[in-house]
């Protein structure tokens, strides 16, 4: 294993979303993976498109947004480092739920999600693992939003 890639294999091991995943994971893992970077204000992606990736985020902020009018959004969540973005890769019909802003200078490692999903076809334990790992991050997301709409509506009584 060359420096780059041990390098690339630390920062995946370091990362909240792998831990303690196997060594033999990680391995395949980091052969998925490159480092990526964003200015702040790039558009990572767009609601409605194609889900065909994910990131690890390792500084920076991303805002995801949610069309509320053809011309408006709204804004979801602020994404920090030791957070995952984009889950809408692993689940059909494959399409983004949000938009994601960089708000500021990001480094991420990014990931093909058809990819893994394909090695997720051939190693179910693989697959088993990153579906309980998101899996946890979409309940977050969805509390989060409970509680949200919670206090919108308390407040608007």
């Known amino acids: 294993m060359n420096a780059e890639t041990q390098n690339l294999a630390n920062h995946l091991r370091a990362h909240p979303f792998f831990k303690d995943l196997s060594e033999a994971h990680l391995a395949m893992l980091t052969e998925c993976a490159m480092p990526t970077s ?3 204000g ?3 992606f767009t609601e409605g498109e194609v889900a065909n990736r ?3 985020i ?3 902020e991303v805002v995801l947004t949610a069309e509320t009018t053809p011309h408006e959004h709204t804004d979801v969540q ?3 480092a030791g957070d995952v973005l984009g889950w809408s890769w692993l689940f059909p019909p494959y399409y983004w739920n949000f938009s ?3 708000s500021t200078p990001i480094e991420a490692i990014f990931f093909y999600g058809t990819r893994l999903r394909e090695q ?3 190693d179910p334990a ?3 693992e990153l579906l309980k790992r998101v899996s946890k991050i979409v309940i977050g997301r969805l509390q989060k939003t409970r509680q949200e709409l919670l206090k919108s509506k308390s407040k608007n009584q």
């Open 78 to 80: 602020v994404l920090k």
């Open 100 to 102: 994601a802003v960089a």
């Open 42 to 44: 790039d558009k990572i």
């Open 58 to 60: 390792e500084s920076g």
């Open 126 to 128: 693989l697959g088993y």
């Open 54 to 56: 994910f990131y690890l």
């Open 38 to 40: 964003f200015a702040a």
């Open 120 to 122: 997720c076809e051939q």
